[in-house]
Every structure is written in C-alpha cells, then in structure tokens.
C-alpha cells in the first residue's frame, strides 16, 4: 500500500482527495493548520514552516512508510486592491502557496528518488489562467507553481517522478462560500452557475478524480502539464 501525502487535507479540495486515495487503496495522511484530533491520519504542519513538515512527516514515515505521493493543496487566498496591498500580506500570500510547494517537495523528494517512483500534484487556480483583480499576490504565487511544476517535470522525470498542476475553478468549498458571502465574487455562486457552460458549481470530487488519474500508474507519460478542472469556464 503507497503512502500520499495531501497538505490541506482537513478542508475542501484537500478533503475531497484524501476521501478519494483512501478508497483507490492508499494511506493517506493529511496535513494541515488544524487538524482533527481524533483522526490518526492527520498531522499538524504549517506549510510555510519547513521544521513543522519535517517533524509531520518524520511521524507519516513511522506510521505508514515512505511518501510516494505528494498533493498540495494547502492554500490562501486574499483580496486587496494592489495599491493597498502591504508587502506582508504580498509575502504571506506568497509563503503559504508557494514557499508551502518548495518545502513539502523538497521534504517528500528524498523518498520518491530512493523509490524511483514518484507523483506530485500541485493544485493551483484557474486564474493562472484568467488573471483575477485584487488578487495579485494570490495570482503571482499560483503561477509560480505552475512554473515550479513545469521545470520539476523536466528535473525529475529521469527519477521516475511525475510533476503536474490542477488549477481548478470554482469549486464548491468553505472558501468559495466565504468569498461569496464576503461579496467577492461578482454575483451569487448560482450567477456564476449561469456563467459556466457545464451549468454546475465544481465539487472536489471533480478535482480528486483529476488528481487520481495523474497518480494513476496509467498516467506515467503525463508530467509538467497544467489540467484545468473548471466546467469549462477556461479554455
Ligand atoms: P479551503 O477549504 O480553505 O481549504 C484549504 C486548506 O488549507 C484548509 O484546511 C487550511 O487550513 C489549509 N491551510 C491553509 N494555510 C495553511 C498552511 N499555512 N499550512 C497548512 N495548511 C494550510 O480551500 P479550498 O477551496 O479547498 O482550496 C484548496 C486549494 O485549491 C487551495 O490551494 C486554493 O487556493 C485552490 N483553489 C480553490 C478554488 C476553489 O474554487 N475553491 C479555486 C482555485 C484554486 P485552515 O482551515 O486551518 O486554515
């Protein structure tokens, strides 16, 4: 049985692909800012903070073995207009969705190289794709992970390990739903249903069967691609 490892585990995207690699038969340890304390397979780790990983992930290789999968999904969103945009929000912002990336990859790579046999998935957000105003610093970090994912492909393809992106697009989570009751969204999440050509909110079942087939060992000839799951809205 393989070992994955979901950052943002306890919430969301995150949630939805754990529940999913536990029933395709792995373990699946999650770790997040708040964990569940009744739940043996979720570590506590701020991903900003490479010590924090280190030790989550020390007590993950006791339990259940190395890590053969990495997905990352921890995240954090903000909305501010750029001319109001302090640089310690910029650098937070930054920090927990791409310095979070960099830690987890470089904790989890040791395993995957002495396996010869690795996955990564980065959950980014379609607005790589679209841009988004008033979210430049969540923007700037998503595309860097879709850049990180890209040159890490090419890097460690040779090891056996496979490195992609999912940026979704509104997916049905406590953070839309925060976002919408904060008036973020342009309209009601039913508005933006209209909006979308598949008529239907995204679910994290949608991510997690995207992110399952990329782990699949069917999927061993795809890397440092950028699979959007989002109804259609980016093309
Ligand atoms: P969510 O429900 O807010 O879940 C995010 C999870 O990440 C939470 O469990 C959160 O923990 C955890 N987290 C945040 N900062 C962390 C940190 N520093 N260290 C460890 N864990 C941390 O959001 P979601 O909608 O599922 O989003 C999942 C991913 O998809 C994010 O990367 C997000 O940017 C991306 N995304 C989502 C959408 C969408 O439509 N929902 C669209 C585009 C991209 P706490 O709750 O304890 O803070």
Redesign the pocket.
Known sequence: MKTAVV??G?????LGIAERLRGDGFHVAT????PSADDDYAFQ????DPEQIAAALDAVRTKFGPVAVLVN?????GFKRFGKLSFAEWQRVID??LH?VFHTIQAVLPDMVEAGWGRIVN?S???THSGQPFMAHYVAA?SAVNGLTKALALELGPSGITVNAV?????D????RKNEQAQRLGGTVEDHIQRTPVRRVGT?ADIAAACAFLISEEASYITGQIFGVNGGRNT
């Open positions: 950052t943002g306890a919430s969301g995207i995150g770790l997040d800012l708040n780790a701020d991903v900003t999904s921890a995240g954090l969103d927990v969705n979070g959950i957000s379609s607005s998503k940026p979704p697009g509104f997916i989570t406590p953070m839309l994290p």
